[in-house]
């Protein structure tokens, strides 16, 4: 079996290799192409990746390119992690925005659609590569904003799954909670890439006892700091929101936050040169701990169970991912992307019915889809108009205003990865 991992110089990558390494009996890789046109973290990342496959005694060969075309060429699956403009680009999507009092963030409000409006593009070169190599190879989106990603490169006729890690690390702690293991733990997961809820915690698979009242009353406190949101919020949904809902339901209290201390995109950046360093120590033979800070936890294991699923191997039957909505939420068009559970096999991801569903998510789902919608065509076919359209259109901006201002904004500060600008 080949994987090629596209944007493999990432330093998330050690936490994926960490994971093939670890359950490469769920996915037994015998090559894994990482491809980077960062030649110079390509070759840190890739040092330390063969090093972590020699400690845990993985017998796969490691192979590092700036070659697309070759990377993906025979691949079974395809997994793209990318950042477009890299952390410079973030640092600004989660600066301007604030310039009028609009949350500064790198997947939600403007700032998400600049990522988006950068990375479509990009994403779809990438996958038109790997269909003219391989036509029959999996893509497994990890690159945000997944959502806009998955949609289009679904629409384009791709084999491809989106992911992200939010559902995972709910399950992981729950679990924690519930002192069952993680396997024992199905999510009524619902929404949207990073606009979702955990409508209830089953134990014992889909249609296991709802322990998620339970849950609530006995470990609300504590749920809610992790989400740093005040329990009354969570006590009244009866719900776990994803911590993105936070930008929606305290937006104003998190803009005065970003305005106040140094953003995130700074902090991942100077832990990015200390990782970095880390990788080029040649005695480092596993992921450091610092990783744990930069994200994406538990990304390698939603990974290789996905990989694993699709490629028809032993991945868990069900899991959760991004794919087409096709009646699922009926309040959406049929080729929205939504984030639900799904049953996962060789022939792709079919969601499974949602049990429960309320006009309070509802609403802002859709809000949220329109969005998406003009995001991807200004994505597509750019234009300074479908800009404004999007951003005016977005819940968290809506002021003709705002939308005026923000979009010269983001044309300004992205026209070096914009074609049509």
């Known amino acids: 079996m080949k994987l090629a991992v596209v944007g493999g110089g990432s330093t998330y990558t050690p936490e994926l290799i960490d994971g093939f390494a670890r359950l490469r009996d769920t996915l037994p890789i015998e090559e894994l192409v990482l491809v980077d046109p960062a030649a110079d973290r390509l070759e840190l990342v890739g040092g330390l990746a063969r090093r972590i496959f020699a400690k845990q005694g993985h017998p796969g060969r490691i192979v590092t390119t700036s070659d697309v075309d070759a990377g993906v060429a025979d691949a079974d699956a395809v997994l793209l992690q990318l950042r477009v403009g890299g952390q410079a680009a973030r640092l600004n999507d989660e600066t301007w925005p604030l310039e009028c009092g609009c949350v500064g963030q790198e997947t939600t409000g403007a700032g998400g659609l600049a990522k988006a409006l950068r990375t479509v593009p990009v994403v779809l070169d990438i996958a038109e590569r790997v269909r003219r190599t391989n036509p029959d190879a999996w893509i497994i989106d990890f690159t945000n904003p997944v959502g806009i990603v998955t949609r289009a490169l679904l629409n384009a006729g791709h084999k491809a799954v989106g992911l992200c890690n939010v559902a995972i690390g709910f399950q992981r702690k729950f679990a924690k909670l519930l002192d069952v ?121 939603a990974a290789v169970d996905l990989a694993a699923a699709l490629l028809g191997g032993s991945g868990s039957r069900h899991q959760v991912v991004n794919t087409y909505n096709n009646g699922t939420l009926p309040f959406l068009p049929d080729d929205a992307v939504i984030e639900v559970q799904a049953k996962v096999d060789g022939k792709g991801a079919t969601p499974l019915p949602v049990r429960r569903f309320d006009a309070l998510y509802a609403g802002l789902i859709a809000n949220v889809t329109a969005y998406e919608h003009l995001a991807l065509e200004a994505a597509l076919q750019g234009g300074r108009e479908r800009v404004f359209k999007a951003l005016l259109a977005h819940p968290l901006i809506g002021q003709y205003e705002y939308a005026e201002k923000l979009t010269d904004q983001l044309v300004s500060h992205n026209r070096e990865h914009l074609a049509w600008a």
């Open 181 to 301: 293991t993680p396997g024992e733990v199905h999510l009524d997961h619902v929404g949207l890439n990073h606009l979702t809820w955990e409508l209830g915690v089953r134990v014992g698979g889909p249609e296991g006892e709802d322990v998620l009242p339970r849950l609530l009353a006995e470990h609300g406190d504590a749920i809610a700091a992790d989400l740093r949101m005040p329990r009354e919020i969570v006590d009244r949904l009866g719900s776990v929101p994803s911590y993105y809902l936070r930008y929606f339901y305290q937006h104003d209290e998190v803009v005065r936050e970003l305005r106040t201390k140094p953003s995130r995109a700074a902090e991942v950046a100077e832990m990015e040169r200390q990782l970095l360093a880390m990788y080029g120590d040649p005695a480092l033979d596993k992921k450091p701990e610092l990783l744990a800070k930069r994200g994406g936890a538990f990304y390698s294991e």
